[in-house]
């Protein structure tokens, strides 16, 4: 089963859908006119709308075909996007760009709304389904943590799915092409910081102090031993500093000096390594030098894992929408982070990449990148991969 045709009927309506949330782009916790869109929707369809967990998020309730008010066969499935956008300038001069300064959709939440959307309304046209499926619309992607505070807040005891669902576009990956792999398929998602704390003094005279940018240069460069001298060669394993802070002018040698940074891993072994060794190396150097150190290290997402039956079951359903061609069942994993990973540490689950475009053409260039746009054309291929896979896993009469 190619794209479905009745979800083709209704692509001009999902263009402007995705357009009009670019436009408006609220970051985590904030998609409170996002969220009164998608429940708006959601209700003129004549699903069950459910708001407030994690704040702004929604859940729509829709029941198949049977006879007893619960879908017939008590069987259940969740599908997820994310609402959130990013703190990022937006450099794209399309009529849709955003509309709020400093704000905009640069990782494609804007398409996966819109691709879920697309995907209730069809099924609440055909309820061509025996069961229940929970559209989840989860806030606070980014960096925030949405899916945690989702599920901590009783998501799977309130809307108690058997399975999860999850996709993300990926630019760089052909229009249509699927990539999806079992077990670990995205990085645990970790940050940390260094102070590093020396003597300020007169640039111009730097024995009479004890210069903290020296001293945290030199911790930067120790710390990419950890990938390649302390962590096994066979790990896949990132430390990288992304901050460095110190002083204000240019003839002072400041008091202190600021790291900060990531690292990603998909073992919690290697994370306890990593942490161990980041805060060793710092410590040390600047006890080599008479400097002091403050440590802070914070575990944020934990790795994404797809269990093996849902990832087949994810396979086969996008091999009968874009063609088994077109899908790669053990596409390599990606060091990038999704909160996905929560729901799945609850329940079975895959989540699923879905080409946004080939790098120099629509729908190519990277996310989280000022002049990036989710591509329409791909709108009507995730709907109809998530309307497909509720048919699949809820079929009528079993």
Known sequence: MPIINRIAEFHDDM???RRSLHAQPETAFEERLTADFVADKLGGWGIEVHRGLAETGVVGVLHGTGGDGTGGNGRTVGLRADLDALHIHELNDFAHRSTIDGKMHACGHDGHTTMLLGAARYLAETRNFDGTVYFIFQPAEENEGGARVMVEEGLFERFPAEAVYGMHNMP???????????GPAMAAFDIFEITVTGDGTHAAMPHLGNDPVVIA????GALQTIVSRRADPIESVVVSVTQFHAGDTWNVIPEQAVLRGTARCFKPEVRDLIEAEIQKIAEGICAAHG????FRYERRYPALVNTEKETGIAAGVAAQVVGEDKVTPGAPPLMGSEDFAYMLESRPGCYIWLGNGEVGGPGGCNVHNPRYDFNDEISVIGASYWAKLVETTLPRGA
């Open 15 to 17: 263009t402007a859908w």
């Open 172 to 182: 760089g990956l052909a229009t249509g092409r699927v990539g999806l792999r079992a």
């Open 291 to 294: 400097a002091t150190t403050a």
């Open 217 to 220: 240069a030199q911790i930067v």
